[in-house]
């Protein structure tokens, strides 16, 4: 039996992209894990803007084409800052002292639920069909199964129909298909920020479609109700910037639950979202990934796929997948919903390069039809953990004094370390995440969300007790001032949440 | 249960596509699936169009169900490094190692691991052209490469027209010569379109041809004085069924021209006849290459699970070595050689190499005409009396009246199939739904 190595996770959540239009050509800025693990010798770049990648890359490889260096540039900039933490990950028994990932955004805490589910004999079915080439929108079974699904936890008040749909190995890969189908080259989305960045490379890699960002700031004014707020009018000011730019928008994406926000839109905010991309025929990708992982019962968490009358079904496009919400980003398992016949063939004609194994589409709609398994086992236990982790890593924050925003959805809470700041510059930003890289945990700066003020950052709490507690601590030392890397979880024991289970 | 319903194959054998330049944005036609899949039923078509091996899922089902495939561990769970888990890449590098007959062992480091082969085409299109380069193409050839450069890459193929005349120095029908290569790209050059790289397909599809060592040399070597990129698709490798047939990978070579623009593909979709499992390899000494795939592989990721399967698979030499290689090979000469009796016994000329899952069949005398529009009608009497074929125009063969014949099926499917086939070119119109004279072919390894 071969060993199976710890995984080398690559966290896409921290992969840097060009924020706004005027960047776009000049800001593959270096990976702020570049920047982290740059040899002395090396000149440091200034971060925002960051010169023409092109030249940069002109003498990298006389092998690859100029679409190929930039897209070795992005593993190469994200590999050299992951390279730091893969090399010294953290492990109880291996490795105390390695690095506590608070940076990627999985769900590590329900793996127990998971394999056993996944381990149960009705996974294991071999048949001719799942091992010959398949309908590349997917097996007729799996869609028809994902349209129940989806109708039964989106409170569709009419059903969904499997002809709507179309599975592939993930979201990313849907990205890169939509903006390929929806965009010529060179032509946009609209993007709030912060958002979640590596986006930025799934809709350019393939696609060189570019993202618009719509600037979100923490202030609260006018008629907002919080942080961050996405309103119409910001919308139509990205809008228009662009247009006079002479950037062609053609969508906007929306992620709800939001990351990194952990935001959820009202059933009004959604509408007066579609509503405005009605206006200028924009296409809308609905994100919702982290669908099942509201956690917090107050939050009415409501799906595009809920509302009645939707302004423009034939532009709106609604998103999910299985690495989120259960908890497998390695399994590969993405669907897209969309009435629009047009796009969905179109999607399906490039899902042969993303397919997916006829022996996992089996899987997956083994899983999703267990509804027994996900309302009374899974998602009960899931958002416990969830919010029993929550909790503690809000308690801990609070009293630290430092603030952040808190929504019940999602992984993550978004962190306001702007206090820590000598100055409020992405470079003090960059110091301070390298501050806490060297006291041995690992976060996502708001740099890499493309968020417009520095010091917000990113903290994933999705893990279990012991490692958060040994992650805050080293947190607690970085912003306290102290040096020492901290390595035993001493006071942790008896902060274990009752319904943990290793 | 749900029903497994009946499989709703997207051939990709039979797509056609552009295959010279000029052509590009004029030939994306209707499947030839959409045609079959009108009538799924009792007197449905016989596909002898797709190149999937049919013969073997017994063996299959069973080494794929038995429990050391199920294995969930979180770490298969979580975000993988998106060349393939490492576990895998040695597998693979031991693998091919092993069966390419390499002198020396293959790196790990130098696997990458990905959904297929098609995605592969795709993503080293992407990184080796500019938008409207390249490849070199020698016809026929399998069509739905074409697609595969394009539809994301917005790369082309220029095609390397080979003829069935067998002239000069040929030894074959079909054969490519650096004369034909050079041919090829200086008529590129001149027509401004610039070639970054040569794909070679070996053992061949559609006509199952086997290059010498020293041809591939050639071939290499051709490349090399032209920098260009060769991408050698070795998906057939293990399907070499006429043990006289002597096959030799690229990867067997000693010191290859120009092993930092030498790029090997294979997959398990052929070998092991599972093009629904979505597992391919890229084996290349050249880092940026290998990187540049790698970072578009988050979008041809492989489910952790299969990554597992697909090791184990491999690593089990003695179920490869003694269960299924010689019983795979058994049953598809079996097959071929039940197939290529009742063409001898038509009179009807094809090319047979002891690889692959089809034959090249020369319907030229049955043409009125030299036409492409007489070898589509007569691809449409195929397939109005339930027969489906694939036509050369979908493999941009210069010479109309070829046709591809799988017969990597079951007994009483070619049987039929041959039957339908008799009856269109003797000139009857009916269609035969009884296998009447079928049940004395059965060949005798063959089991349901």
Redesign the interface.
């Not at 092998?63 to 260096?69: D, I």
């Not at 908890?327 to 398992?333: A, E, Y």
């Given at each position: 039996m071969?060993?199976?190595?710890?995984?080398?996770?690559?966290?896409?959540a921290t992969c840097p992209g060009p924020a706004s239009t005027q960047d776009l050509d000049s800001n593959y800025g270096d990976g702020l894990e570049r920047e982290c693990s740059r040899k002395p010798d090396q000149k440091v770049p200034e971060f925002c803007g960051v010169g023409d990648p092109t030249a940069m890359l002109s003498s990298?490889?006389s092998?690859?084409?100029?679409?190929?260096?930039i897209?070795?540039w992005?593993?190469?900039s994200a590999e050299e800052g992951y390279r730091t933490y893969h090399m010294d990950e953290y492990d109880e028994d291996k490795n105390p002292s390695g690095i506590i990932n608070l940076g990627?955004s999985?769900n590590?805490l329900c793996?127990d639920l998971?394999?056993r589910r996944?381990?149960q004999s009705d996974?294991?079915?071999?048949?001719?069909?799942?091992?010959?080439?398949?309908?590349?929108r997917g097996?007729?079974?799996l869609r028809?199964?994902v349209a129940r699904f989806l109708s039964f936890y989106c409170k569709r008040p009419t059903p969904l129909k499997p002809e709507n749909v179309v599975v592939l190995?993930?979201c990313?890969?849907l990205f890169?298909a939509l903006a390929?189908v929806l965009c010529e080259?060179g032509e946009a989305f609209l993007i709030p920020t912060p958002y979640y960045g590596a986006i930025t490379q799934?809709v350019y890699?393939?696609g060189h479609v570019r993202l618009v960002c719509v600037y979100l700031d923490s202030e609260v004014t006018g008629l907002d109700t919080r942080p961050f707020q996405l309103t119409v009018e910001r919308l139509e000011m990205a809008l228009q910037r662009a247009n006079s730019e002479g950037v062609k928008v053609k969508g906007l994406i929306l992620i709800n639950p939001h990351n990194p926000l952990g935001d959820i839109y009202s059933p009004g905010e959604l509408r007066d979202y579609l509503e405005f991309a009605k206006r200028h025929e924009l296409h809308v990708m609905v994100d919702e990934v982290y669908m099942l992982s509201v956690f917090e019962k107050s939050a009415a968490y409501c799906s595009v796929l809920s509302l009645e009358g939707l302004p423009d079904p034939q532009r709106t496009h609604v998103m999910w997948a299985t690495s989120k919400d259960f908890?497998?980003?390695?399994?590969?398992?993405g669907t897209l919903y969309t009435e629009n016949r047009d796009v969905a063939t179109a999607v399906a004609?490039?899902c042969?390069?993303?397919?997916?194994?006829?022996?996992?589409q089996y899987?997956m709609?083994q899983l999703l039809?267990d509804r027994d398994w996900i309302n009374q086992v899974y998602l009960p236990e899931n958002h416990a953990r969830l919010k029993a982790a929550h909790t503690y890593v809000a308690g801990e924050l609070r009293a630290m004094g430092i603030p952040f925003l808190s929504r019940g959805a999602g992984f993550f809470i978004w962190v306001d370390l702007r206090k820590f700041l000598p100055e409020a510059t992405f470079k003090e930003e960059m110091l301070l995440w390298r501050r806490f890289l060297d006291n041995k945990v690992l976060l996502s700066c708001g740099k890499t969300f493309e968020c417009k003020e520095p010091g917000w950052f990113r903290l994933v709490f999705s893990d279990k007790a012991h490692r958060l507690c040994l992650g805050m601590q080293r947190v607690r030392q970085v912003l306290g001032g102290k040096s020492q890397v901290a390595e035993e979880p001493r006071s942790c024991q008896t902060q274990e949440p009752r319904s943990q289970r290793r």
């Open positions: 071969f060993t199976l190595l710890q995984k080398e996770s690559r966290a896409p990298d490889s092998y690859l084409s100029s679409r190929g260096g897209i070795k992005f593993w190469d990627t999985e590590k793996f998971l394999s996944l381990s996974m294991l079915r071999v048949e001719p069909s799942l091992l010959q080439y398949p309908d590349w097996h007729q079974f028809e199964e190995n993930g990313a890969s890169s390929t080259v799934h890699l393939y908890g497998m980003s390695g399994l590969r398992f004609s490039l042969r390069y993303h397919g997916l194994s006829g022996l996992v899987q709609a039809r």
